[in-house]
């Protein structure tokens, strides 16, 4: 989302009212595009193309009702829970890039291309570039790959089409990590927002965006935002990827007012965990949004970064991955240790605080400087486990130490002593 700020409310209502009756006679979104979209052709350009992913991200392409996307992942495709990254407008999975890259350490991390954008297939059947076509398409995609229980990242529009998707699935949340985005209740949306919800008006001002234009509008209100970023945006908003977003924006013309409400309501009685991140200088959704999340996530942490605009996870992103990261890892603690003493077996029970099973765990059993002996490997831990340590000799008196390991989490040591 890119605009001047909201000035009075009462503008905005005329030009939404406005554009109910309008009608797009430029031809822009046709397969030729017209004068208009053949301009948009011959101006677009990519400067910088696709950079290499991060070490430990992969990338495929996953096809939801006949239409392709890019999917970007990191840590165990087998495990059947997952954070999914959610971007906005005119944004790509690439966004995610940085925080897949850290959480895929310790976890599964999923971000797609939104049907539209990014490396997407541009073009979509009915219905499929909608508020609740995301939703729908969001569905298919996590059945496609096999996830059953998620956290949801969001940032943007995204927080619109994620938490359309929550509000229908709630019992497979387990959290959200809400970036300038979300459940917006009482929210005027930006100016620019109006003007794509009118047909004609929206695909004229989509006409006379250049890069210059892009890049100067958005860093305008965005003064952080890197220029390098700025042009890879510019790189895949072709006319198709425009076309895409006026069809977004006309969805959800006429719901802006209720749909947060809705949202919050189906997910407020969980009172799930979340994380909310909000740059106190973002032009489009205002920072009073962010402690609005708290109706639909009431015990959310909410964070907000003074300095940053729009896009936090860009502006500082140093600071976004750690409040991130923390938020998302689970934490081992062990309950209870059953070892008696002349007894050739030990077993500890373990617990799991938080959104997401620990993968890849085991305990060692160490007296002194020797080993006594080491669990297998459990694949993961959701809540509480059990792992059972066969020693090779019996055990004696004196204190004892118990390393637990899991896949990305720091070691954590716990003494204990046989009596």
Known sequence: ???????????????????????????????????????????????????????????????????????????????????????????????????????????????????????????????????????????????????????????DFGGIWGLQWAAAHAGAMRGAVLINGGALQGYLPHPDAFTWAAPGVGEQAMAATTREVFVGRIKQGNPKMPDEQLNRLYDDYDRATRCAALRYYRSGSENYQTIGGEQAAALRPLDLPALVIWGEKDPYIPVEQAEKQKDAFPSARVVTFPESGHWPHFDDADRTRAEVVPFLQPAIAVRRVLARRGSRGVRVRLRVDGMLPALRVAVRLDRGTKRLGASRRLRFVSRAGSLPIKLRRPLRRGRHTLTISARGLPRKSVTFRVR
């Open 1 to 155: 989302m890119f605009g001047r700020a909201i000035r009075t409310a009462g503008a905005l209502i005329v030009l939404f009212a406005s554009s109910a009756h309008a009608q797009d006679t430029t031809g822009y979104c046709t397969p030729d595009g017209g004068p208009q979209g053949q301009a948009t052709d011959a101006e677009h350009s990519v400067l910088l193309g696709e950079r290499p992913l991060p070490a430990g991200v992969r990338s495929r392409r996953v096809a939801v009702g006949g239409v392709n996307t890019r999917v970007i992942e990191a840590g165990p495709g087998w495990s059947e829970d997952a954070v999914v990254f959610v971007h906005g407008n005119p944004d790509s999975a690439r966004d995610w890039d940085d925080l897949v890259a850290a959480g895929g350490r310790f976890t599964r991390m999923i971000a797609f291309d939104v049907s539209g954008y990014g490396q997407s297939d541009k073009a979509a059947p009915d219905g499929v570039q909608t508020t609740n076509g995301v939703a729908r398409y969001i569905d298919g995609l996590l059945d496609q790959l096999g996830v059953k229980r998620t956290v949801l990242a969001v940032h």
